[in-house]
């Protein structure tokens, strides 16, 4: 199995990734994970919807989009000009966050939750703080921050997941719960140390929880996704930087192997 993942459109187009990515890859599943904001892009996902597999969400721009809030007057006018396109933005804000299979055979495992915000984590903006439900949802951010995801993770655990795909924060970022990491030394070279975290030649550690942040810098993967950890895959900005995300099933490995990139 292999699996695509975009998020961040905003009105960048999508034909160099379907054709320097999708057309070479042939995924499985092509996951957009939202704020795809201007009519142009909503229009290419439902186009390659006739082509490929494709699972979205919506993201926070497009729930304002849609009711008309935040400043984007211009593009809600624009979306209900367009009867099909409305009907599609309709569609993902009844289902703003859905279920997918990473890996059949160790369903409860990789149990997946896709969402373009996240199920806890921070409304960090005065716009967003007093936000609950399907908006919060949709704006939650993680960054590299512990208390974050802390509380995502534990979310999802109570709601029985134990991967997230998700976009918003506009990095590239894989952060995972080791419960073998947690009140335990990691045994790797240090380079240097912070309060409440150590940046390591791996990544970001942060002790006494157990999240690891291996694509600390410049590394980008594969990284193999070993099914006793919860996981927090954030697909970079796709507007900014073309970034996007691969996870495929490899037979001789524990889990999904997941590696970024962007389109060259």
């Not at 990734?17 to 092509?30: A, F, H, N, T």
């Not at 073998?180 to 070279?189: A, D, F, G, Q, Y």
């Not at 996981?231 to 507007?239: E, M």
């Amino acid at each position: 199995m292999k699996l695509i993942a975009v998020s961040d459109v905003h009105g960048e187009p999508l034909k160099p990734l379907e054709e320097k990515v999708l057309q070479v890859v042939k995924p499985d599943v092509v996951v957009v994970l939202g704020d795809l904001e201007e009519l142009s892009s909503i229009r290419e996902v439902m186009e390659l919807g006739r082509r490929y597999n494709v699972v979205a969400v919506p993201g926070n721009h497009d729930f304002d989009v849609y009711h008309n809030k935040n400043g984007q007057e211009k593009e809600h006018y624009e979306l209900f000009s367009d009867p099909a396109a409305k009907a599609f933005i309709e569609g993902l804000l009844r289902q703003h966050k859905r279920e997918i299979s990473l890996r059949p055979s160790q369903r409860d495992s990789f149990r997946t939750i896709m969402v373009h915000g996240a199920l806890d984590g921070e409304l960090a903006s005065s716009y967003a703080s007093h936000m609950r439900g399907i908006e919060a949802e949709l704006w939650y951010r993680l960054q590299l921050r512990e208390d974050a995801h802390v509380k995502n993770f534990a979310a999802m655990e109570k709601q029985g997941f134990r991967v997230m795909l998700r976009g918003h924060d506009g990095h590239n970022s894989y952060v995972y719960k080791d419960p073998n990491l947690v009140n335990t030394t990691l045994e790797r070279s240090l380079n240097a140390s912070g309060k409440n975290h150590i940046v390591s030649q791996i990544g970001l550690w942060f002790p006494g929880s157990g999240l690891l942040a291996p694509t600390y810098g410049i590394n980008q993967g594969p990284f193999e996704m070993f099914p006793d950890n919860l996981h927090a895959i954030t697909v970079g900005d796709y507007r900014e930087k073309r970034d996007y995300a691969l996870i495929e099933t490899v037979p001789a490995a524990n889990g999904p192997l997941l590696t970024f990139s962007s389109v060259t």
